[in-house]
């Protein structure tokens, strides 16, 4: 491990009313905060006004008031934690992914899906594609829920915490090595130079 934790902004990629999204985030962010290798910024798009159109005054009070393209600009590496809305990701997610441009290079990106049969699956395939237009390294192993609303006890626990802890590890072990693989060459040559 290097001197210092990464840092690793999770992002909530719906942003509708009713939405299941922080049940998904909240339980991952818990994972990850285990972790000694990282720190978690959770980045929740419902109160980032890049992904609602730029409405001014859009943020919660307990929202960090940094802009998004700073957030992203800070971190080391990202997950996004995505619904899918008809067989994609959601509109929200990706005007606040166009809102920056060369903050996400040669950063890593992991994802968290969730949705019904698929778990998901339908919006991380078309995400890869936008990310590897942003110049970021996505990351093969994914942590993904099926039937999502099921797997989910009233407490926000997972009903069968064993697979999807393991899957959570797994994409957080491979986010980790390019994590600090990419820090340790951005620090050497900035990227693009
Ligand atoms: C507009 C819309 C479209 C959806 N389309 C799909 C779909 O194509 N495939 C799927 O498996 N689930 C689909 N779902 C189910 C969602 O993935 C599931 O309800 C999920 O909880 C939505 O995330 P959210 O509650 O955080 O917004 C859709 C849900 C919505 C609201």
């Given amino acids: 491990m290097s001197e210092s934790p990464y840092r690793l902004a ?3 990629g719906s942003v509708r009313d009713g939405r299941f999204g922080p049940v ?3 339980w991952f962010c818990r994972q990850a905060s285990q972790r ?3 720190v978690v910024d959770l980045v929740d798009l ?4 890049a992904a609602l159109g730029g409405a001014p005054g859009a943020a919660a009070p ?5 802009p998004f393209a700073e957030r992203i600009a800070a971190a080391d590496a990202v997950v996004v934690v995505t619904p899918e809305y008809n067989h994609s990701y959601p509109g929200p997610l990706k005007a606040a992914i166009d809102s920056v441009g060369a903050q996400w290079h040669a950063k890593p990106v992991g994802f ?4 019904g049969i698929s778990g998901g699956l339908r919006a991380v395939e078309p995400l890869r594609v936008v990310f590897a237009e942003l110049h970021t390294v996505t990351i093969r192993e994914t942590v993904s829920f099926a039937g999502a609303h099921a797997c989910f006890d009233p407490a926000g626990e997972p009903v069968d ?5 393991r899957a959570a590890t797994a994409m957080l072990d491979q986010l980790g090595w390019w994590a600090e693989a990419l820090r340790t ?6 990227y693009g130079s």
């Fill in 24 to 26: 998904v985030a909240n």
């Fill in 46 to 49: 419902a109160h980032v006004p």
């Fill in 185 to 190: 060459a951005r620090a050497a040559r900035p």
């Fill in 62 to 66: 307990d929202e960090p008031r940094a």
């Fill in 112 to 115: 968290v899906s969730y949705g």
């Fill in 10 to 12: 999770v992002i909530v």
């Fill in 36 to 38: 000694a290798d990282l």
């Fill in 161 to 165: 915490a064993g697979p999807v802890n």
